[in-house]
């Protein structure tokens, strides 16, 4: 970041004189007994509620009380304390968050040197700095940073710059000031990305100035000055990010870019892909591809198709999630069934078991009430059945039985009939316009049961060792039988190899959901291939920023909050207007329509 200017430092930061100095050989009692109402009115206010940790270096307890200091807060708070002898230093603290957390206890009862990550890290700063500050650990980020001096030497300029402040989103600085003869604080905050680079003041530090947490921490990166954010992508990823016809930069990252920019007053690059075309993993113990050029600081950050992942969450930052999608699979569309068979397909095969059952039972229930007539016509078995048939094909009998029992069970197996031969020819109208295929594999297990192996290419994504690894039997037989084709450089970057073994009957292609439908459309592929409705790894995309990115999100005031007066000025102001219209209609329409005084006849 760069230097504070010299010309706005003379005025907060010069070193007061030394009549005015706090040292262990002055008066102590003025700016400790403001330091702890400070402490108290902190806790009770715009910090209420929230997890505090406090950092002090030893040297700092010479000429200040710090147990009273926390004693006095009345809340729980964790300590860590720095310098003095057995203190490890900021080696001992490089290994991973989970070897380094602690539970803590009240502040002023735990004297340990645990790093404790607390929500809001308040830092006791005197005359020498906890190393903390400086060298913090690269996995400890507390979300805001208050600096409480406890020297009135208003060091602003070196406070700024400390390695944690700078990468911190919310930061504060209660500066030591001697103002008619009484020690107070005055607060102070930074815009990095100002064009001016310059301090902000808000104020003599009083509770009710500084009452929420939103006026103790302004927010410092609403506006990034006209910076360029250097971005990681890469053009081969429609819809999310790709090249038009005038090989310009399109897309759905693009598009939320472009809003971002206008919003925040920012610009930025884009790549064409990462120079060893790789998407983002970790390979030999270092991350690669587009991940990989954030994770070494080369840029600023990586869009495109990247999922929030648990270890993705451990190396970098990311944002709010815009979309939600996983990876898909396109198999070959197979050949429709054979023309001669469409005669059955109207029915399925338990409908055509049951009007066969039904068929038998009229048959012979009408060849037995034939039988029992008193003048038994005649009629056989076979002659009965095709008495029964003839209403499947709309045909007539030639003669028609005297007995009424007889007609009445006719006309009822007539009027069965009609509807059956209904159903049949308008299903058989539909089979005979589209043609009918073979059931098509549409879940996991069909497709892990299936002779289809997986097609995907090589490009360091996630998923082909995700599916080895599973402990779901499906998942591990599908990473089993995967397949990786090698990116190229040309045409549609390998993946129309993966397509020639889907069109070869061999493979799945596997790829993100999206853009393996934009692929084949592209490739004119559309009426070869279908697309399985089943997704695997479906998960939340985001921008990845490096670990501790101060701005990589910030609340805009999306808290609910109840409905005020100032919320529905609208409203009433619509209504008003509506009032005074309806009162200039009455005036007219009276004034028109006003009856005139009849003289009498």
């Known amino acids: 970041m760069k230097p504070l200017l010299a010309s706005l ?44 940790s406090v950092l002090v270096d030893v040297e700092a307890e010479k000429s ?103 990468r911190t989103t919310w930061v504060s600085y209660l500066c030591p000031i001697r103002t008619q003869g009484q020690a107070r604080f005055t607060v102070l905050s930074w815009l990095p990305f100002d064009p001016d680079q310059r301090l902000v003041s808000l104020g003599i530090w009083e509770p009710e100035s500084f009452s929420t947490f939103s006026q103790l921490f302004i927010d410092r990166f609403k506006s990034m000055g006209g910076h360029t954010l250097n971005v990681a992508s890469d053009d081969d990823d429609a819809p999310l990010l790709f090249l038009d016809e005038n090989d310009e930069f399109e897309g759905t990252c693009k598009r939320i870019l472009d809003s971002l920019a206008d919003a925040f007053n920012f610009t930025f690059t884009l790549t064409h892909g990462a ?32 999922t929030i992942t648990y270890e993705r969450a451990q190396y970098f930052d990311y944002s709010i999630s815009y979309h939600t999608e996983g990876f898909g699979f396109a198999l070959p569309r197979p050949p429709p069934l054979p023309q001669w068979r469409s005669l059955v397909y109207p029915f399925t095969w338990v409908v055509w078991v049951g009007v066969s059952v039904v068929l038998v039972f009229t048959g012979m229930a009408f060849f037995f009430l034939t039988y029992t007539q008193p003048v038994a016509p005649d009629v056989s078995l076979p002659g009965a059945f095709g008495i029964i048939m003839m209403g499947l094909v709309n045909q007539a009998p030639t003669k028609i039985p005297a007995s009424w029992s007889l007609r009445v069970f006719l006309a009822g197996w007539w009027i069965t009939a009609y509807i059956i031969v209904i159903s049949y020819n308008c299903n058989l109208i539909a089979v005979l316009t589209v043609p009918v295929y073979p059931k098509r594999i549409q879940t996991l297990e069909q497709l892990a049961d299936s002779h289809y192996r997986l097609c995907m290419l090589d490009y360091g994504e996630f998923v082909p060792d995700a599916l080895l690894q599973s402990a779901e039997p499906v998942m591990s037989s599908l990473g089993r039988k995967m397949d990786l084709v090698a990116v190229t450089e040309e045409g ?104 005139k005084d009849h003289k009498p006849v």
């Not at 004189?17 to 902190?42: H, I, V």
């Not at 002023?108 to 607390?118: I, K, P």
């Open 9 to 52: 430092l003379l005025g907060l930061c010069l070193e007061p004189p030394a009549s005015a100095r706090w040292s262990a050989g002055g008066p102590p009692e003025p700016l400790e007994a403001t330091a702890k109402r400070a402490m108290r009115e902190l806790s009770q206010g715009p910090l209420q509620g929230r997890r505090l």
């Open 64 to 166: 200040v009380d710090v147990g009273e200091l926390l004693s006095s807060m009345g809340a729980e708070a964790y300590l860590t304390r720095t310098g003095g002898e057995g203190d490890p230093g900021p080696e001992a603290f490089e290994g991973e968050l989970e070897d380094n957390l602690v539970e803590g206890e009240f502040a002023h009862e735990n004297a340990s040197r645990e790093m404790v990550v607390g929500d809001v890290l308040v830092a006791l700063v005197g005359d020498k700095v906890p190393w903390p500050l400086t060298s913090p650990p690269p996995w400890w980020g507390p979300s805001a940073v208050l600096i409480i001096g406890l020297s009135l030497q208003c060091q602003a300029a070196r406070v700024f710059q400390m390695a944690l402040v700078e």
């Open 275 to 306: 120079p060893d075309l790789k998407w983002g993993e970790i390979e030999n113990g270092t991350w690669v591809g587009l991940l990989g050029e954030v994770y070494r600081g080369r840029k600023d950050l990586a869009i495109n198709y990247f």
């Open 492 to 595: 549609f970057y390998g993946q129309e190899d993966c397509a020639a073994h889907v069109l070869a009957d061999s493979n799945a292609h596997i790829e993100t959901y999206a853009y393996l439908q934009l692929t084949y459309a592209d490739m004119e592929l559309l009426d070869n291939v279908y697309f399985m409705k089943s997704q695997i790894y479906e998960g939340n995309l985001a921008f990845f920023y490096r670990k501790h990115t101060p701005w990589r999100r910030v609340a805009r005031g999306s808290i609910p909050q109840p409905l005020a007066l100032g919320h529905l000025q609208g409203v009433f102001f619509v209504y008003g207007l509506g009032l005074a219209t309806a009162l200039l209609v009455f005036l007219v329409e009276a004034r028109l329509t006003a009856r």
